[in-house]
């Protein structure tokens, strides 16, 4: 235990020990992302669009894009030179504390300098590997080393739900994901043996394996006590500015003036939290890197002190950096969101989506769901339609029905007869047995008056006159203020706008890039939970269109996306999005602060919000 102290001990020195040029290097370096690279990556990317007459990536152009030479040159471009502004940051925190190590003076000049200088051989074709891990392995693993610029990087959720309704290629996929952190594990010291030794990414590869063999344990062990250590030390940090916030407010009368104040000191300042949080585990976890490193390798730390001289120009430029420094924060925040208008986002009201009218306790796209999902008070149930061989509208997500009824034929071979025979309830449970796949106009007296349907059109290559009759079926139950038609297919709603205009629409968006904000025949866009961002949303409400996000079922997205401004949220679950909706929203810890400082405001706006 004290040989671990003292390792903590040598490892927080190192990341202070020139505390000012290293943020000062990290807010030139986020400065130059946001201002300089992001958009020159978006400049491109636009180009690129312009190239096949395109504003926008949608699936009917997807394809076309990408075949494009151009296009391909882009994306290289965007590859080699975002990889190399992530490196080029990791590389900057190797040199910072391997000049810690050695007890060297380092001014900021020297460090953009110098962690050029070693970063710049990743541009070699020969180490692009590298780049690849490093913008797209590392971020999918659990070992700390994503950098704030991609912290948005993650399997998108339909991708794991996906895994997840397949059985036992679920257990294949949690393998795949544990044999990953296994091998960037051993990958540790792949960054400061290519960085201080010079060599290849794939002689450094061998390097850290070989290095790594030795002293697996070890490391894994220290690297665990580390990020351990570092939570608990946080948390501890955070308990104690909650109890100085709290205690600024103890003696305040119980007032909802009282209470909104708090919560939003408490929400700038889990903000701030976060913010600095994020910093500490990336930076803390290249420390610890390079601490490790240093022992396997046998580098001594030099223990002579570094002699500091004063002067009114150190006194000067210490001032100014620390300006430079609030300048980050300040920055960082306005560009994330403020507290301000989270708060106001806390407090709108969001409509739930039930996907395929409910699939986790009945079988999806049937009655029975549709029944559980208006018991459940969600705004909208949301089908699929597809038509039969004779044309009939069938509730069908699948192009086949052998999932979901235990039949191998495809929708459009067979008639609507013999689709009345099929069992779509067996499958799911012995209880729903003999429960049909019913038709469009089964579900629209089911729910009318009592639910609204999202009713997704399923084009599938064999459809005839699939939105004429969609249209038709709807006008004639007098449904047209109940419901939404959604599609992939943009000229699907742009016929359905021809039907009757002012029937409202959904662009469903499994790709969601380019100026597609103001398209005149769609009023919701429905975008895939990975693409969804701040920006995204406000360009949305300027152009007067709604932001739906699917299909949302883990906690921890679900607080992602209600911290934006959303106006629905798609999900397999509607009573576990009620419960993030209605509390998830909150945070937990604030609300039973609140109930002792000011316990009728609390309540009160709780019963409000």
Known sequence: MKRYFQNVTYIVRSIFSNWRVLLLFEFVYMLIGSLGLYPFFRFLLRKSLAHIDAAYIELGNLLIWLRQPLTLLVLLVCFV?????????????????DCARKKENLSFFSLWKEAFVKAFPVLLPKNWALLFFVLAIFPLTSLSLTP????????????????????????????????????????????????????????????SRKLMKKHFLKTLISYVMWQIGVTVVFVLLWCGAISLLSLQY??????????????LDYMQLKQYAGFIFQIITF?????????????????????????????WKTAVLGVLEV?????????????????????????????????????????????????YTISTGAAYAEIDV???????????????????????????????????????????????????IPRLEDMIRAADGKIKLMIELKENGHSQGLAEKTVKLIKEYGFEDQCVIASMDLELLTKVKGLE????????????????????????????????????????????????????????EFKRLLSMDIDGIVTDNPELAFYYKQAGKRDDFMDEIMKILFPESSALMQMEG
């Open 148 to 207: 704030a610029a991609l912290t948005k990087v993650r399997i998108p959720e339909y991708f794991v739900d996906f895994f997840k309704g397949q059985g036992s290629l679920y257990y294949f996929y949690i393998a795949a994901l544990i044999g990953l952190n296994i091998l960037v594990f051993y990958m540790l010291f792949v960054i400061p043996v290519f960085l201080l030794e010079k060599k290849s990414f794939l002689s450094a590869f061998r390097e």
């Open 283 to 311: 930076t803390g976890s290249l420390a610890i890197i390079m601490y490790s490193y240093f022992r396997r390798t046998g580098l001594e730390v030099m223990e002579e002190k570094r002699k500091k001289k004063h002067s």
């Open 386 to 436: 597809q038509q039969s061989r004779d044309g009939e509208l069938y509730i069908l997500h699948d192009t086949n029905f052998r999932r979901t009824a235990g039949v191998n034929k495809n929708v459009w071979d067979v008639t609507s007869d013999e689709i009345d025979t099929y069992d779509a309830g067996v499958l799911f449970s012995g209880q729903f047995k003999g429960t049909g």
């Open 323 to 371: 300006i430079l420094i609030v300048m980050a924060l300040g920055f960082y925040f306005d560009y994330q969101g403020n507290a301000s208008a989270e708060y106001n986002i806390m407090r709108k009201p969001i409509e739930v989506v039930a996907h395929r009218a409910g699939t986790l306790f009945a079988p999806e796209n049937t009655i029975p769901a549709l029944e």
């Open 81 to 97: 030179l975002g990889g190399l502004y992530i490196f080029y940051q990791m590389s900057a925190l190797a040199l910072y504390f």
């Open 501 to 556: 205009s002012k029937m409202t629409t959904a662009y469903i968006a499994p790709v969601a890039y380019g100026d597609y904000y103001d398209l005149e025949q769609v009023d919701i866009f429905s975008v895939e939970a990975t693409f969804v961002n701040h920006d995204m949303i406000n360009s949305l409400h300027r152009c007067q269109k709604q932001a739906f996000v699917w299909t949302v079922n883990r906690g921890g």
């Open 250 to 263: 103890y003696l305040m009368p119980d007032s909802v003036s009282s209470a909104a104040g708090f919560q």
